[in-house]
Each structure stands twice: as C-alpha cells, then as structure tokens.
C-alpha cells in the first residue's frame, strides 16, 4: 500500500511539473471562441524569441489573418477569393457561369467550377449501384482526397469524374483542421455535377463539422477561414461571420443544407456517427431525421431554441446520428463521457439488429470515431472508415471503403486492395 501511494504521489508531482514547464514555455490561451477575444492569453516564453507577441493579454482581440489560397466563395454573382499572394480579392462572375479554384496541390493545380442552376434537396433513399466508394473524415485535406479518388478511377489526373455509373459516398467532416477546406468542398460540388451525367452519383453527407461550420461554431476552423469570414460578412464576431459564410445567402452553403445526414443506397446506411437506439425507439425515419436536422442549419441547437422534444435525439451533441459514439466505444470515449457525467453504454450486438431490421438494412457504414485501419464490427454489420488519413501525396494511409457484388474491400490512395469480407 505505501508503494502504492509512492507511485501515485510521484506521478502527481512529475504531471504538475510537466504541466507547470510547458505552460511556462510553450504558453496558455483560453479565447472566446464566438466574440473573438482572449479570455486569458500566456505567449509562453517562446514569445521572447519572435513566435508571437509575448507576454499575457486579457480581453483583448485574437488576431486572425488571410494565409494562402482560399476560396472561391460565391455571393450572387460576386466571387470572393484570397490569391497566393494572401490577397482578399473580389470579382464579378462572368456570364458562362464558370469558377477557377486553385489549390496547393502539386498534381491538379487548379480546376474549373460550373455553378449550378439549382440546388434541390437530396433524395435519402437509393437503389443498390454496380459499384460504390466511400471515404469519411477528409478534414480540409485536399492532397489526401484527390490522390485517394485518382488511385481508385473515380477521377482522371485533371479532376474529372470517370466513374462512370458507379456511386462515391462522402460520409461526412470534410471541413474543419486541414487548410485547404474550400478545394475540397468545391471538388465534390464540380464531381457532382458531372457524375450525374454519366449516370453516377456523389453522396456527400453531413458531418457534426459541417453542423458547426453552418451554425458558426468556429472551434476547429484555420483562423484563415475566420478572417475571410469577417471580412466577406464584415462582422467581427467569430460565430456570426462564419454562419454567414456558409448561410443560405452564399453558394456552398445553399449547397450544403441541400445534404442529409443519413441515407440509405441499396441495403446499406450510411451516417457520419450511426444510429442508437433512441432513434429505434422513437420510430424516426430516415426522411424525418434529415427533415429535423436541416431545420437547425445556422442554429445552434440548444435547450432554449429547441423547435420540438422529439427533435432532441437528432439533434444533441451526444446522441445525435453525426455525433453519437457507441458503435465505436472505445475507452477514451467511456472515459470522457463517464468525467461528463454523461450515462452512455456501447450499443449491443442484439440492439444493432434491431435497429438495422427497422430500417431494413443489413449493414451500417460509419466515420466521425478514428480507427487504426478500415475495420468491421458487430459481426461484419458495421464498417467504420474513419481513418487518419494521409497528408502527403498517395501515402498509401488515405483509406476508404469499396463495395461490389456485395463485397467489401479496404482500398488506399496507393492502389492497394484488401478485402474486408
């Protein structure tokens, strides 16, 4: 016992000191994420040799700036981008309605946008394609993106489409932490446009990152984004100019609240999170649940602007279908929940029959909780492909998921295939 507490009492003092000297260094910040101030800012130490301003700063404004190339975003018929130069820039659209997005990217440089004349609301429902691809959890990263699609012939070298009738599933978060979130938002608006004329289809469903980025939650943005955010909506809180970079008053974000959260091709859903079961209890069906989300595109969902309790389930930061965690409820995830407060259990082999017997499917495909590799669950019923994707080009580590003949194959952005079952 008193070896014991030894150990515990030493491993208290080495986490204080570790604590004490990286916050003395490497500094502190703790900003106000919507206003865009410093609650409490420590430069650290390193501030003494030019890597920031040093010293502490309390209530003062964070400073955000333009850095690389980014955009387009389309207003109307005014297209306001950032050139390599860090620029802001603002221009009119011409009259054959045409966008050049340019992007970091060593392999496609830049590639040519069509805007789209209308942008009706998805379907949720669909027959089984000859051929499907899924990939999940992009996050702004263009690079990872365009090799995995170029190494499984979705694309051609220069970004187009030649995947002729089969089906690309985007199972949400492509937005958020990467910096080149814009190029990758507009390369699956350009595919979708073209596979549609070839008999394909590209299914992009929202993320519990794509709800932030509409809502204006800005927690995981490049401050890159909240600068042009400020200066295209000429707003200086955080949150209200992100929401008005992705409102219903700019192209990509008519484009993304025209998206679901959940759909079903063939006799497979797909959901960024996944499904529990106060979602089968409550009897939701799939064109309810899309329904009820896109009422809260650009609001924040709390218990005060809650539009009707049956809409808490699709909706919360726990158990909704893009945030829930227990189909992959590893320790991290019990641990956090259980320092919340929060009562959540792993979801029962016998409750995932039964909620995929209500929907009449048989398999679940699901992102949002990072796994080492693309794996199967819950007797080979749910497949989950978040990754940690690659950042460099065809690493072999961007990974997704390819279906055919009722067949499953893990696939990278090398051109490797393994099959899952």
């Not at 942008?119 to 691809?133: G, R």
Request: include cysteine; charge should be negative.
């Amino acid at each position: 016992m008193n070896k014991l507490k030894k150990v515990l009492k030493w491993s208290v003092i080495l986490g204080l000191t570790y604590f004490i000297f990286t916050t003395l260094y490497f500094g502190y910040s703790d900003i106000d994420s919507e206003k865009g101030i410093y609650k409490f800012h420590w430069s650290g130490l390193r501030g003494i040799w030019g890597s920031g301003p040093f010293g502490f700063r309390v209530n003062e404004i964070v400073e955000t700036q333009l850095d690389g190339l980014d955009g387009p975003y389309i207003f109307g018929n005014t297209n306001y981008y950032v050139d390599k130069a860090s620029q802001f820039q603002r221009q009119e659209i011409g009259s054959n309605r045409e966008v050049i997005v340019e992007t970091t990217c060593a392999q496609l440089p830049q590639f040519t946008v069509r805007l789209k004349d209308s942008i009706p609301l998805e379907k949720d429902v669909y027959e089984p394609p000859s051929q499907l691809i899924a990939i999940s959890d992009i996050e702004g990263n263009f690079t990872g993106l365009y090799g995995f699609l170029l190494a499984n012939r979705v694309i051609d070298p220069t970004g187009n489409w030649i995947f002729g009738d089969g089906h690309l599933v985007l199972n949400g978060d492509f937005v958020d932490r990467g910096t080149q979130v814009t190029q990758v938002l507009w390369l699956i608006y350009h595919l979708e446009n073209q596979a549609i004329t070839q008999g394909g289809k590209v299914h992009y469903l929202l993320g519990n990152h794509e709800m932030m980025n509409l809502y204006g939650d800005v927690s995981y943005a490049d401050f890159k984004y909240i600068e042009v955010a400020k200066r295209i909506s000429e707003q200086t809180d955080w949150d209200k100019a992100l929401r008005h970079l992705y409102s219903d008053k700019s192209e990509l974000g008519k484009w993304l609240r025209s998206k679901n959260i959940i759909e079903k091709i063939g006799p497979t859903l797909f959901v960024h999170a996944g499904l529990n079961t106060l979602h089968l209890n409550g009897k939701y069906q799939i064109s309810e649940m899309n329904a009820i989300s896109r009422r809260y595109n650009g609001i924040v969902p709390t218990a005060d602007n809650l539009k009707a309790e049956r809409d808490r389930p699709i909706v919360s930061s726990i158990n909704s279908p893009y945030w829930d965690r227990r189909l992959n409820f590893d320790f991290k995830y019990k641990a956090m929940f259980m320092l919340n407060g929060i009562d959540a259990q792993a979801t029962t082999q016998t409750e995932l029959d039964s909620i995929l017997d209500f929907y009449q499917a048989k398999q679940m495909v699901i992102g949002h909780c990072v796994v080492d590799d693309i794996e199967t669950g819950y007797a080979n019923k749910v497949i989950k492909i978040d990754v940690k994707h690659g950042q460099t080009w065809q690493s072999g580590n961007t990974r997704g998921l390819f279906m055919e003949n009722g067949l499953c194959y893990n696939v990278d952005d090398a051109g490797h295939r393994t099959k899952l079952y």
